[in-house]
């Protein structure tokens, strides 16, 4: 079992930059690959980015060149810098660990 809290959400407007954090309870060395999804309402739940535990990384297209994924394995904590944000960006945005585990999702909101 692995916990996941995520945090970081927030209201913006279009053009701005967020941070997503992911603490896990468990040490991220011991966690191959980490991921972020996100949920708009209405919508399934997408994938949004990867990392694995050697550093290789992987992006949807809506937000390649935008986003960046990375994991500092010291504090046990993956984030998602989130840059150039928009209104279709606004979802619940979670983190998962080895396609098993999911946190609770934290909210993003971009306005226009």
């Known amino acids: 079992q692995v916990q996941l809290v995520e945090s970081g959400g927030g209201l913006v407007q279009a053009g701005g930059s967020l941070r997503l954090s992911c603490a896990t309870a468990r040490s991220t060395f011991s966690i191959n690959a980490m991921y972020w999804y996100r949920q708009a309402p209405g919508k399934q739940r997408e994938f949004v980015a990867y990392?694995?535990?050697?550093?290789?990384?992987a992006y949807a297209d809506s937000v390649k060149g935008r986003f960046t994924i990375s994991r500092d394995n010291t504090k046990d904590t993956l984030y998602l810098q989130m840059n150039s944000l928009k209104p279709e960006d606004t979802a619940v945005y979670y983190c998962?660990?080895?396609?098993?585990?999911w946190g609770q999702g934290t909210q993003v909101t971009v306005s226009s």
């Open positions: 990392i694995t535990r050697g550093g290789k990384v």
């Open positions: 998962n660990a080895d396609t098993k585990f």
